[in-house]
């Protein structure tokens, strides 16, 4: 049937912004955000025991909202000392999803605010604006900065939901190509 119109279902993304002190997290459907936070690591953990923390936290995520894509930023900061424990964790989680069977993507902070903001220099605050602006005006009280710490605890909340925003459009190109390559590889059997 030429015409034959497919009923198609709503890709759910879990994505993630790590840190070796806190990660963000958020779970869209399409671009719903459906869920979403921040995780604190126990300060001071060894890299074992930061992965083992992480990979519990992020199969808790994927048992729960059975995601069909995992989003995760690249890093490689060089000046950072938490460089090393941060790759060998984001290297772990990406094994996690992969195991499960997910379409697993990572992008750089530059291309995520090229996607979001239309520029890859803009702010983090930037990028938080925006996502309130366009989508998520409900964020808006998380924009606020912690005046215990003076830092933007849920910073990496907002890195993780322009993350999943990103994967979106990837993520369906990629379910597709799969789509068709099980198709024809059912066809030929």
Known sequence: MANETRRTTALRTL????????????????????????????????????????????????????????????????????????????????RCALRQGLIVLAYTPTMVKRMVCGRGDATKREVAETLIRQRYPYLEKYLKTDLRTRERYWQNMFDAVALGLTGCEEGYKKRVSLTKVTKQRDENT
Do not use: N
């Not at 912004?17 to 958020?26: H, K, N, Q, V």
């Open 15 to 94: 994505a993630i912004d790590p840190g070796t002190r806190e990660m963000g997290f958020a779970v869209l459907e399409s671009t719903d955000l459906l869920y979403f936070g921040v995780h604190t690591f126990k300060h001071r953990r060894l890299g074992r025991g930061l992965c083992a923390e992480g990979q519990q936290f992020v199969r808790g995520l994927l048992d729960t909202f059975a995601p069909q894509v995992f989003v995760i930023e690249q890093t490689w900061y060089a000046q950072s000392k938490r460089s090393a424990r941060l790759r060998v964790f984001v290297e772990a989680m990406q």
